[in-house]
């Protein structure tokens, strides 16, 4: 999801993506695609969830991925924003 320079910021959603923020839910221009699953995130969320859970969160994958995210666990918990 993220280079040594920074997160994968793209302008459009590239193929097997989805259209909305997983995090808000919101269509915006400028969003942070995961390299391991259909996730993206807009860059204000990409913003939040680096504050959240630190600098390397996404690199190698997103929060959903790595299981950090209130809806990747078992819970049936409302997802968190």
Same mark, same amino acid.
């Given at each position: 999801? !993220?280079? !040594?320079?920074?997160?994968? $910021?793209?302008?459009e959603v @590239?193929?097997?993506h989805? !259209?909305?923020?997983?995090?808000? *839910?919101? $269509? ?5 695609? =995961? ?10 969320? !990409? @913003?939040?969830?680096?504050? @959240? ?13 790595? *299981? $950090?995210?209130? =809806?990747?666990d078992?819970k049936?918990? @409302?997802?968190?924003?």
């Amino acid at each position: 999801m !993220a280079s !040594a320079s920074g997160p994968n $910021l793209a302008r459009e959603v @590239e193929g097997g993506h989805r !259209a909305s923020c997983h995090r808000c *839910g919101n $269509l915006r221009r400028r969003n942070v695609l =995961c390299d391991n699953c259909p996730h993206i995130y807009c860059q204000r969320c !990409a @913003e939040k969830v680096l504050i @959240e859970y630190g600098p390397g969160v996404l690199v190698g994958g997103c929060p959903v991925c790595k *299981g $950090l995210c209130c =809806c990747s666990d078992d819970k049936g918990t @409302e997802h968190c924003r």
